[in-house]
């Protein structure tokens, strides 16, 4: 079955980096877009970056522009999400999506926190 496994979320100081990783099985993975959402305290789920399967485009959403790089490794089934310049309102759990005929997959979520 579909597996989405989030990793390398932390305690990060702001304007520093993070990069998270989720591993995929289960399903054709250089065949899907991937994205990336977030959860922060209290607040509903957003959309964070998406990279698409075959021509790899990204796009992210405004607040992350520049700050944040989504990539993918279809060789090691893994995406994943560069984080740099890092403010406390990127707070949140982190997740991994992926749409897969119509049905929406997700991950545990990796739970990143920015703090001095």
């Known amino acids: 079955q579909v597996q989405l496994v989030e990793s390398g979320g932390g305690l990060v100081q702001p304007g520093g980096s993070l990069r998270l990783s989720c591993a995929a099985s289960?399903?054709?993975?250089?065949?899907?877009?991937m994205n990336w959402y977030r959860q922060a305290p209290g607040r509903e789920r957003e959309w964070v970056a998406t990279?698409?399967?075959?021509?790899?485009?990204?796009t992210y959403a405004d607040s992350m522009k520049g700050r944040f790089t989504i990539s993918r490794d279809n060789a090691k089934n893994t995406v994943y999400l560069q984080m740099d310049s890092l403010k406390p309102e990127d707070t949140a759990v982190y997740y991994c999506?992926?749409?897969?005929?119509?049905?929406?997959?997700w991950g545990q979520g990796t739970r990143v926190t920015v703090s001095s």
């Open positions: 289960g399903f054709s993975f250089s065949s899907y877009a």
């Open positions: 999506n992926a749409k897969i005929r119509l049905r929406g997959y």
């Open positions: 990279i698409s399967s075959v021509t790899t485009t990204t």
